[in-house]
């Protein structure tokens, strides 16, 4: 079993992967021809959000799993990864605290206005008077998406003396109570936070969800920040709302384009840009690598599947129509608050007892926003001649 190693993962993780007996190969910043050529002798391929994993390399592939070290997969063609049968899954857990570290970061830049004071000082200038900011304490902070890393944001927000307001409808009230936030709409949020902060996925349903539109809500104190994934912020929109001072600032990790050459906002003095730095620290690189080489490993000697973002189209047709029904259950009970659970039990009777239900463990568990701790699912099959062969329950 032959692994590529596209961006760099923790030395751990590599050496995990081959202490189980794979053949591990590093190759770093190959170009999508130079993958296609390659890539036909490998069964494993791990990247980060450097190496974008197109169509064209997938189909040249005999790939069994596509693992991302980090959280977004939007540098990887899912849907070609379905259909040719494999699995794609990430590591959501290892870059959580580095990116809400950042977010607390650029809040108080923007707050404080930091980077500008540094560039006047290194210009041999004294603005003291011009670089009046704002204290953090008392305002508030209005998070979009209130999963891992938006919890652990509010959680640092409170404790700054910050009143944390948020919007997500799959977090059950009783999620919001137990981080000290209120759940609103996203119009509230828009129109009360001092500070707006963006943590959702990219996905149809998050792009441009801060628009035109949305900007126009906030108050013209107000500033932004995006250390989620490019394209959930309008670039052009923000554009227009900091270069006609409609809001007041905006910090930036994370670009439609990256690098954002030639992109506007650069020339922004009220616009602070950072080079996707949310999970660029030495702890989390090396968390979410050894966390993508272990999950590689369980699917590949035990059939354990963890994190998966799809799952294969390559499955037994009478498995499928439970998959969406497993995977809306799963979203139900996050709703009911549940959430917190430590396991998740997942039962399948009648004639689907009788085949291999872990590809529908996998679907209850699969996207789910957990911000207190993680599922650990597990699953029971039973049979018998007065169960309902349909009968699927989580």
């Given at each position: 079993m032959k692994v590529l190693v596209a961006d760099d993962i923790s030395k751990n993780g590599v050496e995990m992967l081959r202490a189980k007996g794979y053949k591990v190969d590093v190759r770093t910043g190959l170009k999508e021809d130079e993958l296609v050529k390659a890539i036909k002798d490998y069964d494993v391929m791990l990247v980060r959000s450097a190496t974008k994993v197109t169509r064209k390399i997938i189909e040249a592939s005999k790939l069994k799993v596509i693992g991302r070290a980090g959280i977004g997969v939007d540098n990887i063609d899912v849907e070609a990864a379905t259909e040719r049968g494999i699995l794609v899954m990430n590591a959501p857990s290892g870059n959580v605290i580095s990116t809400a570290e950042l977010t607390i970061g650029l809040i108080f830049a923007l707050a404080r206005r930091i980077p500008q004071a540094d560039a006047s000082m290194k210009k041999g200038e004294w603005k003291r008077k011009e670089m009046k900011g704002a204290q953090v304490s008392g305002k508030t902070l209005g998070i979009v998406?209130?999963?891992?890393?938006?919890?652990?944001?509010?959680?640092?927000?409170?404790?700054?003396?910050?009143?944390?307001?948020?919007?997500?409808?799959?977090?059950?009230?009783?999620?919001?109570?137990?981080?000290?936030?209120?759940?609103?709409?996203?119009?509230?949020?828009?129109?009360?936070?001092?500070?707006?902060?963006?943590?959702?996925?990219?996905?149809?349903?998050?792009?441009?969800?801060?628009?035109?539109?949305?900007?126009?809500?906030?108050?013209?104190?107000?500033?932004?920040?995006?250390?989620?994934?490019?394209?959930?912020?309008?670039?052009?929109?923000?554009?227009?709302?900091?270069?006609?001072?409609?809001?007041?600032?905006?910090?930036?990790?994370?670009?439609?384009?990256?690098?954002?050459?030639?992109?506007?906002?650069?020339?922004?003095?009220?616009?602070?840009?950072?080079?996707?730095?949310?999970?660029?620290?030495?702890?989390?690189?090396?968390?979410?690598?050894?966390?993508?080489?272990?999950?590689?490993?369980?699917?590949l000697q035990d059939n354990i599947i963890r994190n998966a973002v799809t799952l294969p189209a390559k499955l037994d047709p009478e498995l499928v129509p439970y998959m969406p029904l497993a995977e809306k259950l799963g979203t139900l009970a996050c709703q009911l608050g549940r959430c917190a659970a430590g396991k998740v039990e997942v039962s399948c009777r009648g004639e689907l007892a009788q085949k291999d239900i872990r590809i529908v463990v996998a679907s209850a568990n699969r996207e789910r926003i957990v911000p207190l701790r993680r599922w650990t699912p597990t699953m029971e099959s039973q049979s018998g001649p007065e169960c309902n062969p349909a009968g699927a329950t989580a």
């Open positions: 998406g209130l999963g891992r890393v938006g919890a652990e944001v509010a959680k640092r927000a409170a404790s700054l003396g910050m009143k944390v307001i948020a919007y997500d409808p799959l977090v059950a009230p009783e999620i919001g109570v137990k981080l000290h936030v209120r759940l609103v709409t996203l119009d509230r949020v828009l129109e009360e936070s001092d500070f707006l902060t963006i943590h959702t996925p990219l996905t149809p349903q998050t792009k441009d969800i801060v628009g035109k539109s949305e900007l126009v809500k906030m108050k013209k104190s107000a500033v932004l920040i995006n250390c989620a994934r490019g394209g959930v912020v309008n670039e052009d929109a923000l554009y227009e709302a900091l270069s006609e001072n409609r809001i007041a600032g905006a910090a930036l990790d994370v670009f439609v384009n990256e690098p954002p050459t030639g992109s506007k906002l650069i020339t922004l003095p009220n616009a602070i840009l950072t080079p996707h730095l949310g999970a660029t620290t030495s702890e989390a690189q090396e968390d979410v690598g050894s966390e993508i080489a272990d999950q590689v490993v369980a699917y």
